[in-house]
């Protein structure tokens, strides 16, 4: 007896068996941009390094992480971490705690003494950085893996720029800063410290650069014009936590009031409340407008700082300020209102940004200096052929994340330029957003919250304020990562075709599709956890 037609034809033997002859669209794999990784000013791997941290190699995500970043311990503690602003997981439940993770990481590869792997082959050239803030260090990493000889300039007696002197220790533990600076002069970078430049191309002619790369940070602190009577004791901010680094500290009084509404504000009134003093910030509009940084304005009013809003300083005399009350226009803009209060003061401490010393610079040609700044090209050259700039010094937002990145940029253009070639960076992929998750997959896991120091000794000590988190929560917190955009081979897509069309490669290697059989129906797209497949229009 003849046997059914289904049975006795052999696959590929007829165009009814090539369920992939129905398709009007094909899904393919992709590889997503990460919202982290775009966010992320010093251009770091994110998922990439939280890949290993979630299997608990650390040692192998912190070396990804350093390929971008070599400062990540100092990172983890001061960076304002847009990257989880950006996390994909915000709008499940919260997100990832990357910049716990990159702290846990940092400290890990200090407690463990690892070292960055060793320069490339020397390249024969000699490059000079000026400054050994976190643009120039950076800078100065970079370029040393790259093979070439790198000697950074310091006019301070110690290298961490605003990092040291701008960022008080109970943020940036001083050992930790001066464990990330060492490891980058391990590879062989010089650093000249109490060396200032006063000209860039004598000092380059000088000592045989090749190349340069500004990095002088923003340490002139402004200034405005307060009435003041001749004993009125009135400094800057920048001096203040400068001179917290040396043996004789600020002397400011017991009433220190403080003009500003930055981070540099919220930063002085929390080392003066470590020494006992009373401050009080005065800015002149609302705690929305505030350039600081919301939870650091919160972790000073939990400390005792008192702040007045809307409020400006007319005038200050010996041990007395006086204040106008501010209130906002139809446009919402601060405006006065004739009504004055009077504070008591020993001190008033100006904290309204700060600008770059660009001496440096005089009589050097083709240079273009607006607004303070230096203007650059795309790959980070001034118009002074050979001479790069970043950080401070360019137009940018001032962070530390900001001036690694920079550094980074600046290393890999001045490399391709010593070489005689140009760099151009890799192109992005699209970017994974949320909608194209499928989020039913992930379990509910609550955020791992650092610890915090108890109030007291925050008040009165200069002990770091903030914890990190240890292994076990560190690598909870990596195992909240989504993948957003990049397959981490879940199987969902194997496992829910309906013509097995899905063919797995391997461990690591991920899966193709078997077009004969894929007949489009795109049930692997919707139920991709991550979003790393999607529909195409079919080739014709």
Not at 207 to 231: E, M, S
Not at 427 to 444: C, K
Not at 450 to 460: A, N, V, Y
């Amino acid at each position: 007896m003849a046997k059914p037609f289904a049975i006795t034809l052999k696959p590929g033997s007829s165009l009814t068996n090539l369920t992939g002859t129905w398709r009007t669209e094909r899904p393919v794999y992709v590889d997503r941009l990460p919202p982290c990784n775009h966010a992320c000013p010093a251009g770091e791997n994110i998922q990439g390094w939280l890949f290993h941290a979630e299997s608990g190699d650390y040692e192998q995500a912190w070396r990804v992480l350093v390929q971008d970043n070599p400062l990540p311990a100092v990172m983890g503690r001061v960076c304002y971490h847009p990257c989880e602003n950006s996390c994909n997981r915000g709008q499940l439940d919260a997100p990832v705690g990357i910049n716990s993770v990159e702290r846990f990481l940092g400290d890990e590869a200090i407690r463990c003494g690892w070292k960055f792997d060793a320069p490339a082959t020397s390249s024969g050239k000699k490059v000079l950085i000026v400054g050994a803030g976190p643009s120039g260090l950076s800078a100065a990493y970079h370029l040393a893996r790259m093979g070439h000889a790198v000697e950074i300039h310091e006019a301070g007696p110690l290298a961490g720029g605003m990092m040291r002197f701008g960022i008080p220790k109970y943020r940036l533990p001083r050992d930790v800063l001066d464990a990330e600076v060492q490891r980058i002069l391990d590879l062989g970078v010089t650093l000249k410290l109490n060396t200032r430049v006063e000209h860039i191309e004598q000092t380059m002619k000088q000592g045989g650069f090749d190349a340069a790369f500004l990095a002088v940070g923003a340490h002139i602190a402004r200034r405005t014009t307060i009435p003041a009577g001749d004993a009125a004791h009135i400094v800057d901010a920048v001096s203040v936590l400068r001179s917290m680094e040396g043996e004789d500290k600020p002397m400011l009084g017991r009433r220190v009031v403080v003009y500003g509404g930055g981070n540099t504000a919220i930063d002085v009134a929390r080392t003066v409340k470590r020494m006992g003093a009373e401050p009080v910030i005065v800015y002149r509009r609302t705690r929305d407008k505030a350039p600081a940084h919301d939870f650091e304005i919160e972790e000073a009013l939990q400390e005792g700082v008192m702040i007045k809003w809307l409020s400006t300083i007319k005038q200050a005399i010996d041990g007395e300020i006086t204040v106008e009350r501010m209130q906002l226009d139809d446009k919402g803009f601060p405006q006065p209102t004739g009504e004055y209060e009077k504070l008591e003061a020993d001190s008033v401490v100006l904290a309204l940004g700060q600008d770059v010393d660009l001496s440096l610079l005089e009589g050097v040609p083709g240079l273009e200096i607006k607004d303070g700044v230096v203007q650059v090209a795309p790959n980070m050259m001034t118009g002074r052929t050979g001479i790069f700039a970043g950080g401070d010094m360019v137009p940018s937002e001032r962070t530390v994340t900001v001036g690694v990145g920079h550094g980074k940029k600046a290393a890999r253009n001045i490399d391709a330029w010593l070489r005689g070639t140009e760099y151009t960076p890799a192109p992005r992929h699209e970017p994974a957003s949320f909608d194209m998750l499928n989020p039913w997959y992930y379990t509910d896991a609550p955020k791992t919250v650092r610890p915090m120091l108890d109030l007291i000794r925050r008040q009165t000590t200069f002990e770091e304020v903030q914890g990190g988190l240890d292994e076990t929560n560190a690598l909870f917190e990596a195992r909240r990562c989504l993948s957003c955009g990049n397959c981490f081979e879940c199987d969902n897509c194997y496992g829910v075709c309906p013509d097995n069309a899905v063919i797995k490669l391997g461990s690591g290697k991920r899966f193709k599709f078997n077009y004969d059989y894929c007949k489009g129906c795109g049930i692997c797209v919707s139920e991709c956890p991550c979003g790393a497949i999607k529909m195409v229009p079919e080739e014709t």
